[in-house]
């Protein structure tokens, strides 16, 4: 079974600050694809980041970037210049090609101005 | 992108009355639909997955007899709590990926159901 592992419940950053949320996960699946989503108070989830597990480069999205350490099993987010508006809950998630997404317990970040 | 709508967005049913719920793919054919269970504070939980056309596929421990789920088109699929109870309370999110090829997974807005 693929399982997915958030270590840190609660995360606080200061605004224009770098925070790295951590995310492990298990699978014997050598393709699958891994994904970080946020979640505001409206509780509409909203696509952060994807990363495809045959690309070695680490996905970017602007001030979003990933450390995809596939050996490792670890894919941590990382915010730079953290603004009042990423404050949300943040979850990991793992997908298997075709198949359901499985998310980890999420982390809860706060951004302090 | 793609855009997946729930409805109804909240819900409030008095306890053993049945609740349907439905989530519709607006501009794209969702060949499956996944339903998620979120209680406060907590992950989302995949319950079903559903293939248009086809019986939903569980997970352990949800009762396929009371969440009954129905992908009749490629653009809609209702999820029906039976005989609601206070404990169904949560909030359902509806999840959406089209066919063709496409791997994309969108995501509902979510529907808040409270059972008094």
């Known amino acids: 079974a693929q399982t997915v592992t958030q270590s840190q419940p609660e995360m606080s950053v200061q605004e224009a600050e770098t925070v790295t949320l951590s995310c492990t996960y298990d699978?014997?699946?050598?393709?699958?694809?891994l994904f970080w989503y946020k979640q505001p108070p409206s509780r509409q989830m909203i696509l952060v980041i994807r990363q495809e597990a045959y690309k070695q480069q680490n996905a970017t999205e602007n001030r979003f970037s990933v450390n995809f350490q596939k050996a490792a099993k670890s894919f941590s987010l990382k915010i730079s210049d953290s603004q009042l508006g990423d404050a949300a809950m943040y979850f990991c998630?793992?997908?298997?090609?075709?198949?359901?997404?499985?998310f980890g317990a999420g982390t809860r970040l706060t951004v302090k101005p | 992108g793609a855009v997946v709508s729930q409805h109804p967005s909240w819900v409030i049913c008095k306890s053993g009355t049945s609740v349907k719920i439905e989530c519709r793919s607006l501009d794209f054919q969702a060949t499956t639909m996944f339903w998620y269970r979120q209680f406060p504070k907590q992950s989302l939980m995949l319950m079903a997955t559903?293939?248009?056309?086809?019986?939903?596929?569980?997970e352990q421990g949800v009762e396929k007899d009371k969440f009954l789920i129905n992908h009749a088109s490629l653009t809609l699929s209702t999820l029906t709590v039976t005989s609601a109870h206070p404990e169904d309370s949560s909030f359902y999110i509806c999840s959406a990926r089209g066919g063709g090829g496409t791997d994309t997974q969108y995501f509902g807005p979510g529907t808040r159901l409270t059972v008094l």
């Open positions: 699978t014997s699946e050598s393709d699958y694809y």
């Open positions: 998630a793992y997908r298997r090609v075709l198949s359901d997404m499985r």
């Open positions: 559903s293939n248009e056309g086809s019986k939903a596929t569980y």
